[in-house]
């Protein structure tokens, strides 16, 4: 309260996460050992219960306090990134669905659907898909839409590979949504792909 949680080192805030210590070791010690557990503490990011419960002192109540609090870190930051959203600025639509699809191994497409003073509403995941490839009928992309009145739409789906060059396919399945969304009346403004490594919009690169 003094300092502001912003002046605490990560493994401060995590004995704060963890509540209490062990016989052996206190709150601070037992999170300084989870914390240095792996090369990088990114590995936080994506525990499981079983994989934090491997660490000694770490039980059940202590693994679901951890995986708690950074969910909630996560599910703020995606909020916070979702009303920051810039149409003009495909990067902020891609920093948006690069931390919410960041455990993702598999292939997810969503959509962003907007409203018409372009202001994004709402998102869904359409597909889940494998390593390399996540299907999807227009039907699917545009019942959403059409349920919520929305006037446009923006495509995004990841690739886990850690390459965002769009493939043949997204192409085409993009031309494809574009060609429906004229009929029905549902803009698709752009198609981005999300990776690790960066992001491509298809819309940038005149692939639409």
Same mark, same amino acid.
């Given at each position: 309260?003094?300092?502001?949680?912003? =002046? %605490? +080192? &990560?493994?401060?805030?995590? !004995?704060?996460?963890?509540?209490?210590?062990?016989?052996? $070791?206190?709150?601070?010690? @037992?999170?300084?050992?989870?914390?240095?557990?792996?090369?990088?503490?990114?590995?936080?990011?994506?525990?499981?219960?079983?994989?934090?419960?491997?660490?000694?002192?770490?039980?059940?109540?202590?693994?679901?306090?951890?995986?708690?609090?950074?969910?909630?870190?996560?599910?703020?930051?995606?909020?916070?990134?979702?009303?920051?959203? =810039? %149409? +003009? &600025?495909?990067?902020?639509? !891609?920093?948006?669905?690069?931390?919410?699809?960041?455990? $993702?191994?598999?292939?997810? @497409?969503?959509?962003?659907?907007?409203?018409?003073?372009?202001?994004?509403?709402?998102?869904?995941?359409?597909?889940?898909?494998?390593?390399?490839?996540?299907?999807?009928?227009?039907?699917?992309?545009?019942?959403?839409?059409?349920?919520?009145?929305?006037?446009?739409?923006?495509?995004?789906?990841?690739?886990?590979?850690?390459?965002?060059?769009? +493939?043949?396919?997204?192409?085409?399945?993009?031309?494809?949504?574009?060609?429906?969304?004229?009929?029905?009346?549902?803009?698709?403004?752009?198609?981005?792909?999300?990776?690790?490594?960066?992001?491509?919009?298809?819309?940038?690169?005149?692939?639409?």
């Amino acid at each position: 309260m003094r300092l502001g949680a912003e =002046r %605490l +080192s &990560d493994e401060e805030l995590l !004995a704060i996460l963890l509540g209490t210590g062990t016989r052996r $070791e206190n709150a601070l010690q @037992l999170a300084f050992q989870l914390s240095h557990s792996a090369p990088s503490k990114r590995w936080l990011l994506h525990a499981t219960h079983g994989e934090l419960m491997k660490i000694s002192g770490i039980g059940q109540t202590k693994a679901c306090r951890i995986i708690a609090g950074i969910t909630l870190g996560k599910r703020l930051l995606e909020e916070q990134d979702f009303f920051e959203i =810039r %149409l +003009s &600025d495909p990067a902020t639509v !891609a920093t948006y669905f690069r931390h919410r699809l960041s455990d $993702e191994q598999r292939e997810v @497409l969503c959509i962003i659907l907007l409203n018409v003073r372009l202001q994004p509403v709402e998102t869904h995941i359409v597909s889940i898909g494998t390593l390399t490839e996540a299907k999807a009928h227009p039907r699917e992309i545009f019942v959403s839409a059409l349920r919520s009145g929305a006037a446009s739409l923006i495509l995004a789906h990841n690739h886990p590979s850690g390459d965002p060059e769009p +493939s043949t396919e997204d192409v085409r399945l993009t031309r494809r949504l574009v060609r429906a969304g004229h009929i029905l009346g549902v803009e698709v403004i752009d198609h981005i792909v999300v990776s690790a490594n960066g992001y491509v919009s298809l819309k940038e690169r005149q692939l639409m």
